[in-house]
């Protein structure tokens, strides 16, 4: 699985399911969630780093919020078979995640479904205009609604 692809499971492991608020990082199957996702660390830590990013993205915290998980870490140039490259050095998983976001800022957002929807996607999309988690499940659901409130707001 690629860090960006980790990175949205990790944000959207905390789904409203049926109406009822879940966390994948909190009872017994926490442990073998990390474990099927590749995450090392604890789900304790693994909350930390999914809240303080999911917050960013969120617009509720700064993105200077995140520097504590990047302390330590530095880029090295390598001279290899076609060139320099430039390894990153140092980063535990939650670095990763932190780097992971910077790559896909601007294309990560929450599903616009926000008051049954906890979900958050990545738009890989030209227009970069994609809304909803789902279109089949909150796309049409607000829909939906949103044509239940006009209606009513017609009576
Ligand atoms: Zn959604």
Do not use: Y
């Amino acid at each position: 699985m690629s860090n960006d692809a980790v990175l949205l499971e990790l944000l959207n492991s905390a789904p409203i399911v049926d109406g009822v608020p879940t966390d994948e990082l909190r009872g017994a199957g926490a442990s073998g969630w990390l474990r099927a996702h590749g995450i090392p660390g604890t789900p304790t830590a693994a909350r930390e780093i999914r809240d303080a990013i999911a917050g960013v993205v969120r617009d509720e915290q700064p993105a200077a919020s995140l520097q504590r998980f990047l302390d330590g870490v530095r880029q090295v140039p390598v001279a290899g078979e076609s060139g320099v490259e430039w390894k990153v050095e140092g980063a535990r998983f939650a670095a990763r995640a932190v780097l992971a976001w910077a790559q896909v800022q601007g294309r990560l957002r929450p599903c616009e479904n926000d008051a049954e929807c906890t979900l958050f996607l990545i738009d890989r999309s030209k227009a970069n205009a994609r809304r909803w988690c789902s279109m089949s499940t909150c796309g049409n659901r607000l829909k939906a609604r949103r044509h239940q409130d006009r209606l009513r707001n017609t009576d």
